[in-house]
C-alpha cells in the first residue's frame, strides 16, 4: 500500500491551503456483552495506535476502568484527558462476498478506549490488519478475508466530489 497525503480543510501543506478533507468511515454496529447493539460510523484512522469509541457512547456499565497508566494523546500531542475506560464487545460491518455477491456481515472482537473524540469511533489501522483487512482508499471500502472468503464492506459517502480530494502516492496500485 503506497504513502498518501490528503488535504485537510484549514491545512497547509505541499499541496497549499485545502479545501476539503478525505475520510475512509464505516457502516458498524458494536454487539455488548449483554446483546445491547450500539450503531455506529467507524472511522479507519491509519495513524491510531489503539480504537477509540467517543465518550459517552457506551453506557459506563458497560466499561471499566483503565489504569492511570493509560494516557492518549492526539496527533498533535496535546493531551486526550484521564481516566479513560475500556470497553470490549463484538463489532459487526455489513458487506457482500466478493465472489457471491451475498450480503455477509463480518464480526469481529474488539477492545476501544473511550476518549473525548468528535466521530463515534476510529479503528486503528494495526487493528484491521489483525482482522486480516485490507483497505483500499481509491474505491472506498475495506475488505475482509474470513474462512477463504473475501469480505467487502463499503466506506460510507462523504458527499465530496473526487476532484475535493489529492492522493499522492508511492507506488503504482494501491490495491
Not at 21 to 28: F, I, M, S
Not at 42 to 65: F, P
Not at 115 to 143: F, K, T
Amino acid at each position: 500500500m503506497g504513502l498518501h497525503a490528503f488535504m485537510v480543510k484549514g491545512m497547509k501543506g505541499a499541496g497549499g491551503e485545502g479545501e476539503w478533507h478525505c475520510r475512509l468511515a464505516v457502516k458498524a454496529r458494536l454487539v455488548l456483552r449483554d446483546g445491547t447493539e450500539v450503531p455506529v460510523s467507524a472511522l479507519v484512522d491509519t495513524g491510531s495506535e489503539v480504537n477509540l469509541v467517543r465518550k459517552g457512547l457506551i453506557d459506563k456499565g458497560h466499561t471499566k476502568a483503565c489504569g492511570p497508566e493509560v494516557r492518549f494523546c492526539a496527533a498533535n500531542r496535546q493531551s486526550m484527558g484521564k481516566d479513560h475506560r475500556q470497553v470490549s464487545c463484538d463489532i459487526v460491518m455489513v458487506g457482500a462476498s466478493q465472489d457471491t455477491g451475498v450480503r455477509t456481515e463480518v464480526v469481529c472482537p474488539v477492545r476501544a478506549y473511550d476518549a473525548p473524540i468528535d466521530v463515534d469511533m476510529i479503528l486503528s489501522y494495526e487493528w484491521l490488519a489483525r482482522q486480516n483487512a485490507q483497505v483500499y482508499p481509491r474505491r472506498h471500502g475495506v475488505a475482509f478475508e474470513c474462512q477463504g472468503h473475501s469480505i467487502w464492506v463499503p466506506g460510507l459517502p462523504v458527499g465530496l466530489p473526487a476532484r475535493s480530494c489529492l492522493l499522492y502516492t508511492s507506488d503504482a496500485a494501491d490495491e
